[in-house]
Protein backbone atom coordinates (compact mmCIF):
# COMPACT_ATOMS: atom_id res chain seq x y z
CA UNK A 1 0.00 0.00 0.00
CA UNK A 2 3.03 2.44 0.70
CA UNK A 3 3.81 2.19 -3.06
CA UNK A 4 0.55 4.00 -3.94
CA UNK A 5 0.74 7.31 -2.57
CA UNK A 6 4.75 7.31 -4.24
CA UNK A 7 3.32 6.35 -7.91
CA UNK A 8 0.39 8.77 -7.18
CA UNK A 9 3.13 11.57 -6.43
CA UNK A 10 5.03 10.78 -9.05
CA UNK A 11 2.04 10.74 -11.56
CA UNK A 12 1.49 14.24 -10.40
CA UNK A 13 5.34 15.41 -10.85
CA UNK A 14 5.41 13.71 -14.59
CA UNK A 15 2.07 15.47 -14.98
CA UNK A 16 3.14 18.85 -13.37
CA UNK A 17 5.99 18.91 -15.89
CA UNK A 18 5.50 17.47 -19.08
CA UNK A 19 1.79 19.18 -19.30
CA UNK A 20 1.86 22.83 -20.92
CA UNK A 21 0.92 26.34 -18.71
CA UNK A 22 -1.99 28.10 -20.50
CA UNK A 23 -3.03 31.72 -19.59
CA UNK A 24 -6.39 32.91 -21.49
CA UNK A 25 -5.49 35.12 -24.69
CA UNK A 26 -1.54 34.34 -24.13
CA UNK A 27 -1.84 30.57 -25.14
CA UNK A 28 0.10 27.77 -24.04
CA UNK A 29 3.08 27.29 -23.21
CA UNK A 30 5.72 24.32 -23.67
CA UNK A 31 7.04 21.96 -21.48
CA UNK A 32 10.02 23.77 -19.40
CA UNK A 33 12.40 20.97 -21.07
CA UNK A 34 11.94 22.59 -24.80
CA UNK A 35 13.60 25.62 -23.84
CA UNK A 36 14.23 26.77 -20.20
CA UNK A 37 13.65 24.54 -17.27
CA UNK A 38 10.81 26.24 -15.22
CA UNK A 39 7.46 26.96 -16.13
CA UNK A 40 6.67 30.66 -16.13
CA UNK A 41 4.91 32.55 -13.75
CA UNK A 42 0.86 33.56 -13.87
CA UNK A 43 1.07 36.97 -15.74
CA UNK A 44 -0.89 38.45 -12.67
CA UNK A 45 2.36 37.83 -10.93
CA UNK A 46 4.69 39.14 -13.57
CA UNK A 47 2.80 42.13 -13.53
CA UNK A 48 3.84 43.28 -16.75
CA UNK A 49 2.66 47.67 -17.47
CA UNK A 50 3.17 49.73 -20.47
CA UNK A 51 3.64 53.13 -20.55
CA UNK A 52 4.22 55.34 -23.74
CA UNK A 53 5.86 58.33 -24.00
CA UNK A 54 6.27 60.85 -26.96
CA UNK A 55 7.38 64.52 -27.67
CA UNK A 56 3.74 65.62 -25.89
CA UNK A 57 4.49 64.01 -22.94
CA UNK A 58 8.09 63.25 -22.54
CA UNK A 59 8.66 62.64 -18.55
CA UNK A 60 5.28 61.37 -17.42
CA UNK A 61 3.69 57.98 -19.67
CA UNK A 62 0.46 57.50 -20.52
CA UNK A 63 -0.62 53.98 -19.07
CA UNK A 64 -1.64 51.40 -21.62
CA UNK A 65 -4.08 48.29 -21.32
CA UNK A 66 -3.29 45.81 -24.08
CA UNK A 67 -7.36 44.37 -23.27
CA UNK A 68 -8.85 47.61 -23.44
CA UNK A 69 -8.06 49.54 -26.58
CA UNK A 70 -9.82 53.36 -25.08
CA UNK A 71 -6.35 53.15 -23.15
CA UNK A 72 -4.45 53.52 -26.71
CA UNK A 73 -6.73 55.96 -28.43
CA UNK A 74 -7.07 58.14 -25.49
CA UNK A 75 -3.67 57.97 -25.31
CA UNK A 76 -0.72 60.33 -27.05
CA UNK A 77 0.22 57.45 -29.29
CA UNK A 78 0.20 57.95 -33.11
CA UNK A 79 0.30 55.59 -35.75
CA UNK A 80 2.29 58.64 -38.30
CA UNK A 81 4.97 57.62 -35.60
CA UNK A 82 7.98 54.90 -35.99
CA UNK A 83 7.47 53.01 -32.57
CA UNK A 84 10.56 52.23 -30.33
CA UNK A 85 9.41 49.51 -27.01
CA UNK A 86 12.08 49.23 -25.27
CA UNK A 87 12.23 46.33 -22.74
CA UNK A 88 14.62 45.68 -19.42
CA UNK A 89 16.12 43.03 -18.26
CA UNK A 90 17.12 40.61 -15.20
CA UNK A 91 16.61 42.33 -11.93
CA UNK A 92 16.01 44.97 -13.40
CA UNK A 93 12.89 47.95 -13.94
CA UNK A 94 12.21 50.89 -16.36
CA UNK A 95 12.36 52.96 -13.04
CA UNK A 96 16.71 52.74 -13.40
CA UNK A 97 17.61 55.86 -14.86
CA UNK A 98 19.51 55.31 -17.93
CA UNK A 99 16.39 54.17 -19.52
CA UNK A 100 15.32 57.75 -18.63
CA UNK A 101 18.20 58.63 -20.58
CA UNK A 102 17.48 56.65 -23.75
CA UNK A 103 13.81 57.81 -23.27
CA UNK A 104 14.81 61.20 -23.34
CA UNK A 105 17.50 61.10 -25.78
CA UNK A 106 15.41 59.36 -28.74
CA UNK A 107 12.60 62.24 -28.35
CA UNK A 108 15.19 64.81 -28.57
CA UNK A 109 16.19 63.56 -31.64
CA UNK A 110 13.67 61.46 -33.31
CA UNK A 111 9.66 61.94 -33.21
CA UNK A 112 8.61 58.81 -32.32
CA UNK A 113 6.10 56.97 -30.08
CA UNK A 114 8.78 55.44 -26.79
CA UNK A 115 7.20 52.63 -25.29
CA UNK A 116 7.90 51.10 -21.57
CA UNK A 117 7.55 47.81 -21.12
CA UNK A 118 8.53 47.05 -17.19
CA UNK A 119 7.74 43.30 -15.88
CA UNK A 120 10.18 43.77 -12.79
CA UNK A 121 8.09 41.44 -11.10
CA UNK A 122 8.67 39.00 -13.08
CA UNK A 123 12.38 39.52 -13.62
CA UNK A 124 13.24 40.41 -9.87
CA UNK A 125 12.57 36.32 -9.72
CA UNK A 126 15.10 33.84 -9.69
CA UNK A 127 17.53 33.77 -12.69
CA UNK A 128 15.97 30.92 -13.77
CA UNK A 129 12.27 31.79 -13.25
CA UNK A 130 12.92 35.00 -14.71
CA UNK A 131 14.32 33.27 -17.54
CA UNK A 132 10.64 31.14 -18.36
CA UNK A 133 8.91 34.67 -17.79
CA UNK A 134 10.31 36.33 -20.56
CA UNK A 135 8.27 33.82 -23.16
CA UNK A 136 5.01 35.37 -21.52
CA UNK A 137 6.10 38.95 -21.53
CA UNK A 138 7.15 38.81 -25.05
CA UNK A 139 3.42 37.43 -25.63
CA UNK A 140 2.07 40.00 -23.86
CA UNK A 141 4.28 42.66 -26.08
CA UNK A 142 2.93 40.80 -29.12
CA UNK A 143 -0.54 41.46 -28.29
CA UNK A 144 0.32 44.87 -27.23
CA UNK A 145 1.60 45.92 -30.54
CA UNK A 146 -1.53 43.91 -32.38
CA UNK A 147 -3.67 46.23 -30.12
CA UNK A 148 -1.91 49.83 -31.73
CA UNK A 149 -2.90 48.06 -35.18
CA UNK A 150 -6.44 47.71 -34.30
CA UNK A 151 -6.75 50.82 -32.57
CA UNK A 152 -4.94 53.17 -34.38
CA UNK A 153 -3.96 51.09 -37.89
CA UNK A 154 -0.41 51.41 -36.91
CA UNK A 155 1.86 49.18 -39.11
CA UNK A 156 3.73 46.14 -37.83
CA UNK A 157 6.50 46.79 -39.31
CA UNK A 158 6.70 50.52 -38.12
CA UNK A 159 7.90 48.58 -34.60
CA UNK A 160 11.46 48.51 -33.40
CA UNK A 161 11.51 46.55 -29.52
CA UNK A 162 14.73 47.36 -28.04
CA UNK A 163 15.59 44.82 -25.12
CA UNK A 164 18.44 44.55 -23.04
CA UNK A 165 20.17 41.00 -21.14
CA UNK A 166 16.65 38.76 -20.77
CA UNK A 167 14.86 41.53 -22.44
CA UNK A 168 16.42 40.98 -25.67
CA UNK A 169 15.57 37.51 -26.01
CA UNK A 170 12.16 39.17 -24.72
CA UNK A 171 12.04 41.03 -27.75
CA UNK A 172 12.88 38.17 -29.59
CA UNK A 173 9.77 36.30 -28.21
CA UNK A 174 7.46 38.86 -29.05
CA UNK A 175 9.04 38.97 -32.65
CA UNK A 176 8.13 35.72 -32.98
CA UNK A 177 4.58 35.68 -31.71
CA UNK A 178 3.80 38.65 -33.87
CA UNK A 179 4.57 36.38 -36.71
CA UNK A 180 2.08 33.42 -35.46
CA UNK A 181 -0.62 33.55 -37.29
CA UNK A 182 -3.02 31.50 -34.89
CA UNK A 183 -2.67 34.21 -32.08
CA UNK A 184 -1.80 37.17 -34.10
CA UNK A 185 -2.08 38.81 -37.68
CA UNK A 186 1.27 36.76 -38.48
CA UNK A 187 2.82 40.03 -39.48
CA UNK A 188 6.67 40.70 -38.69
CA UNK A 189 7.87 43.85 -36.71
CA UNK A 190 9.79 46.06 -38.27
CA UNK A 191 13.23 45.71 -36.30
CA UNK A 192 14.62 44.26 -33.32
CA UNK A 193 17.50 45.50 -31.47
CA UNK A 194 19.35 43.10 -28.63
CA UNK A 195 21.58 44.66 -26.28
CA UNK A 196 23.88 42.39 -24.40
CA UNK A 197 21.38 39.81 -25.23
CA UNK A 198 21.49 37.46 -21.76
CA UNK A 199 23.99 34.41 -22.02
CA UNK A 200 23.48 31.81 -19.69
CA UNK A 201 20.34 29.41 -20.56
CA UNK A 202 20.56 30.76 -24.00
CA UNK A 203 23.67 29.65 -25.79
CA UNK A 204 25.58 27.02 -26.93
CA UNK A 205 22.40 24.33 -29.38
CA UNK A 206 19.22 25.24 -29.09
CA UNK A 207 15.94 25.38 -31.21
CA UNK A 208 15.73 29.11 -32.95
CA UNK A 209 12.71 29.42 -30.71
CA UNK A 210 14.24 29.55 -27.68
CA UNK A 211 16.06 32.37 -27.89
CA UNK A 212 16.20 36.09 -30.20
CA UNK A 213 17.73 34.48 -33.67
CA UNK A 214 17.22 36.06 -37.02
CA UNK A 215 13.80 35.08 -37.99
CA UNK A 216 12.23 37.15 -35.37
CA UNK A 217 12.40 40.12 -37.26
CA UNK A 218 13.11 41.42 -41.29
CA UNK A 219 16.26 43.00 -39.41
CA UNK A 220 17.54 41.98 -36.00
CA UNK A 221 20.83 43.53 -35.08
CA UNK A 222 23.17 42.62 -31.70
CA UNK A 223 25.29 44.79 -29.67
CA UNK A 224 27.33 42.97 -27.22
CA UNK A 225 29.76 44.16 -24.60
CA UNK A 226 29.64 41.80 -22.32
CA UNK A 227 30.60 38.10 -24.36
CA UNK A 228 31.20 35.13 -23.07
CA UNK A 229 34.62 34.90 -25.22
CA UNK A 230 36.25 36.95 -22.25
CA UNK A 231 34.28 35.94 -19.56
CA UNK A 232 31.05 37.74 -19.83
CA UNK A 233 27.87 37.37 -19.09
CA UNK A 234 26.36 37.60 -22.38
CA UNK A 235 25.12 35.75 -25.81
CA UNK A 236 28.12 35.26 -28.23
CA UNK A 237 26.43 33.37 -30.69
CA UNK A 238 25.63 34.72 -34.26
CA UNK A 239 21.89 35.00 -34.04
CA UNK A 240 21.16 38.12 -35.80
CA UNK A 241 21.87 39.77 -39.29
CA UNK A 242 23.91 41.81 -38.16
CA UNK A 243 25.97 41.80 -34.75
CA UNK A 244 28.34 44.07 -33.52
CA UNK A 245 30.99 43.21 -30.50
CA UNK A 246 33.01 45.42 -27.99
CA UNK A 247 36.42 43.78 -27.68
CA UNK A 248 39.28 44.54 -25.42
CA UNK A 249 42.78 46.09 -27.54
CA UNK A 250 44.75 43.70 -25.36
CA UNK A 251 45.15 40.97 -22.72
CA UNK A 252 45.78 43.91 -20.12
CA UNK A 253 42.58 45.80 -20.11
CA UNK A 254 40.46 42.22 -20.18
CA UNK A 255 39.50 42.50 -16.54
CA UNK A 256 37.92 45.91 -16.97
CA UNK A 257 35.78 44.17 -19.83
CA UNK A 258 34.11 41.69 -17.59
CA UNK A 259 34.12 42.96 -14.00
CA UNK A 260 30.14 42.05 -13.81
CA UNK A 261 28.89 45.78 -12.55
CA UNK A 262 30.58 47.56 -15.49
CA UNK A 263 29.65 44.45 -17.97
CA UNK A 264 26.08 44.89 -16.70
CA UNK A 265 25.04 48.17 -18.47
CA UNK A 266 28.05 48.87 -21.08
CA UNK A 267 26.37 48.33 -23.57
CA UNK A 268 23.50 50.99 -22.90
CA UNK A 269 26.05 53.42 -22.05
CA UNK A 270 27.41 53.19 -25.72
CA UNK A 271 24.26 52.87 -27.01
CA UNK A 272 22.24 55.73 -25.57
CA UNK A 273 25.76 57.91 -26.41
CA UNK A 274 25.33 59.08 -29.94
CA UNK A 275 21.37 60.28 -29.32
CA UNK A 276 22.13 63.77 -27.63
CA UNK A 277 20.31 66.98 -27.44
CA UNK A 278 22.48 70.25 -28.14
CA UNK A 279 22.87 70.22 -23.92
CA UNK A 280 24.18 66.96 -24.47
CA UNK A 281 27.08 67.82 -27.16
CA UNK A 282 27.80 70.81 -24.51
CA UNK A 283 28.51 68.37 -21.86
CA UNK A 284 30.24 65.71 -24.14
CA UNK A 285 32.89 68.98 -24.61
CA UNK A 286 33.24 68.61 -20.37
CA UNK A 287 31.21 71.57 -19.68
CA UNK A 288 29.48 69.83 -16.75
CA UNK A 289 30.53 68.71 -12.89
CA UNK A 290 28.41 65.46 -12.77
CA UNK A 291 29.88 62.25 -12.36
CA UNK A 292 27.56 60.68 -14.30
CA UNK A 293 27.73 63.10 -17.17
CA UNK A 294 31.82 63.45 -17.68
CA UNK A 295 31.65 59.69 -17.73
CA UNK A 296 29.27 59.36 -20.37
CA UNK A 297 31.39 62.87 -21.90
CA UNK A 298 34.23 60.38 -22.79
CA UNK A 299 32.63 57.45 -24.33
CA UNK A 300 32.28 59.94 -27.51
CA UNK A 301 34.12 57.09 -29.48
CA UNK A 302 31.35 54.44 -28.69
CA UNK A 303 29.51 52.85 -31.65
CA UNK A 304 26.19 54.07 -32.20
CA UNK A 305 23.66 50.61 -32.06
CA UNK A 306 20.14 51.03 -31.04
CA UNK A 307 19.15 54.42 -31.63
CA UNK A 308 21.55 54.72 -35.49
CA UNK A 309 19.41 54.33 -38.69
CA UNK A 310 21.22 50.89 -39.26
CA UNK A 311 20.92 49.97 -42.83
CA UNK A 312 18.78 46.78 -43.12
CA UNK A 313 21.03 45.30 -46.01
CA UNK A 314 23.63 44.66 -43.92
CA UNK A 315 24.76 41.84 -43.02
CA UNK A 316 27.83 39.33 -40.85
CA UNK A 317 29.58 40.97 -37.69
CA UNK A 318 30.99 44.45 -36.53
CA UNK A 319 33.77 45.11 -34.35
CA UNK A 320 34.46 47.73 -31.77
CA UNK A 321 37.16 48.31 -30.04
CA UNK A 322 37.21 51.16 -27.93
CA UNK A 323 40.16 53.27 -27.11
CA UNK A 324 42.44 53.02 -24.23
CA UNK A 325 41.12 56.36 -22.84
CA UNK A 326 37.62 55.28 -23.12
CA UNK A 327 38.14 52.33 -20.99
CA UNK A 328 40.12 54.03 -18.34
CA UNK A 329 37.31 56.06 -17.82
CA UNK A 330 35.07 53.47 -17.98
CA UNK A 331 37.13 51.22 -15.16
CA UNK A 332 37.29 54.17 -13.29
CA UNK A 333 33.81 55.19 -13.38
CA UNK A 334 32.04 52.20 -13.11
Same mark, same amino acid.
Given at each position: M?????????????????????????????????C??????????????F???????????????????????G??????????????????????? $?????????L????????????????? /?????S????????????? =???????????T?D $????????L?A???G??????????????????????????G???????D???? =??R $???P??????????V?????? /??Q??????????P??R??L???????????S????RH??? $???R????RG????????????????????????????????I???????????????
Amino acid at each position: MATLPRLLAFMGFIAAVWCNTCFDDLGCFDSPHDCHRMTPSNPADIGTTFQVFTRDNPKIGDVLDRKNLDTIRGSRFSPSRETKIFVHGWKDSMQWG $SWEKFRDRFLDTYDVNVIYVDWSKGSG /MGYLKSTANTRVVGREIAK =LIEAFNAATGATFD $SMHIIGHSLGAHTAGYAGEACQDPTSNKGEAVGRITGLDPAGPEFSGNLDNACR =LDR $SDAPFVDIMHTDGEVVGGAGL /MDQISTLMAARTCPDVRWSLRCVIITESRHSSWRASRHHVR $SPQRRRERRGRTSKPDERRDARLRHALIWATRRTSTRGKGHSIWRPTQRVLTARGKGG
